[in-house]
């Protein structure tokens, strides 16, 4: 399926009018294991801000990009509209405060489960071993549960990746290792049961995160060594490729 990237419309053109947003909460004491303040619930956003148009050309240019698929979700303000192009949302554990690893994540979700292979008691702070050299770089865990972008913003050179990258920026400043279960969770439900599609659309989500430096560790977990330089050159590409829109 192509995706609808609205017709005259550059959508790269404004890229340096994105604008990065992050927000987050824990607990001030634990009433349970969800709730340990040694973790951090996150979630950030990049948004496009339309502007009351000033002419027609500025008009028909809005107009396009409040055609479906341009954005996530779309907000009135008193002074313009603004289009959410990307979200992304996840946790942070903070492994020496954090009391009982394995039942913060059970009792978020089934999703949140599924990272308890990242630890193991055997290793320092309770990272399993094949990661304790990553505790150089922080003592914090990052999980991505969730990074969508908007279908129109989607091949357009590596947008998607470049968000991301800018993004764990904000969130990951501390952190020893940051990981993801990559999922094509835009496959509508009821197409669900086409297993070569899934595979084929697994695959591709795979890859994007190849590109970013993650690499797979068990069980459809991806991880990402900040003390390695996989990352930081994977980003500096991205940068370089896009330099003429930023």
């Given at each position: 399926?192509?995706?609808?990237?609205?017709?005259?419309?550059?959508?790269?053109?404004?890229?340096?009018?994105?604008?990065?947003?992050?927000?987050?909460?824990?607990?001030?004491?634990?009433?349970?294991?969800?709730?340990?303040?040694?973790?951090?619930?996150?979630?950030?956003?990049?948004?496009?801000?339309?502007?009351?148009?000033?002419?027609?050309?500025?008009?028909?240019?809005?107009?396009?990009?409040?055609?479906?698929?341009?954005?996530?979700?779309?907000?009135?303000?008193?002074?313009?509209?603004?289009?959410?192009?990307?979200?992304?949302?996840?946790?942070?554990?903070?492994?020496?405060r954090?009391?009982?690893?394995?039942?913060?994540?059970?009792?978020?979700?089934?999703?949140?489960?599924?990272?308890?292979?990242?630890?193991?008691?055997?290793?320092?702070?309770?990272?399993?071993?094949?990661?304790?050299?990553?505790?150089?770089?922080?003592?914090?865990?990052?999980?991505?549960?969730?990074?969508?972008?908007?279908?129109?913003?989607?091949?357009q050179?590596?947008?998607?990746?470049?968000?991301?990258?800018?993004?764990?920026?904000?969130?990951?400043?501390?952190?020893?290792v940051?990981?993801?279960?990559?999922?094509?969770?835009?496959?509508?439900?009821?197409?669900?049961?086409?297993?070569?599609?899934?595979?084929?659309?697994?695959?591709?989500?795979?890859?994007?995160?190849?590109?970013?430096?993650?690499?797979?560790?068990?069980?459809d977990?991806?991880?990402?060594?900040?003390?390695?330089?996989?990352?930081?050159d994977?980003?500096?590409?991205?940068?370089?490729?896009?330099?003429?829109?930023?």
């Amino acid at each position: 399926m192509t995706d609808p990237t609205p017709a005259g419309v550059n959508l790269l053109s404004h890229l340096d009018r994105l604008r990065l947003r992050f927000g987050s909460e824990a607990s001030l004491v634990a009433t349970g294991a969800q709730d340990d303040p040694a973790t951090l619930e996150w979630s950030c956003s990049a948004v496009l801000r339309l502007w009351e148009p000033e002419d027609a050309e500025m008009a028909a240019e809005n107009a396009a990009l409040l055609t479906p698929g341009v954005s996530l979700s779309q907000m009135e303000r008193s002074e313009c509209t603004e289009l959410t192009i990307f979200t992304m949302s996840g946790l942070t554990l903070d492994l020496w405060r954090i009391g009982h690893i394995y039942d913060s994540l059970d009792s978020r979700s089934a999703d949140y489960e599924h990272f308890a292979r990242l630890f193991d008691e055997s290793g320092d702070l309770g990272l399993h071993p094949d990661f304790e050299e990553c505790l150089i770089s922080g003592t914090h865990v990052t999980i991505i549960d969730r990074a969508r972008i908007a279908p129109a913003w989607r091949r357009q050179g590596g947008v998607g990746r470049l968000l991301i990258a800018h993004l764990l920026r904000l969130v990951a400043g501390r952190t020893a290792v940051v990981a993801t279960h990559p999922y094509p969770i835009d496959i509508p439900e009821e197409e669900r049961d086409d297993e070569a599609r899934k595979v084929r659309e697994m695959a591709a989500v795979q890859r994007t995160w190849r590109s970013l430096g993650f690499e797979p560790f068990r069980e459809d977990l991806y991880v990402m060594q900040p003390h390695l330089r996989a990352h930081e050159d994977a980003t500096k590409r991205l940068e370089q490729a896009l330099a003429s829109y930023l």
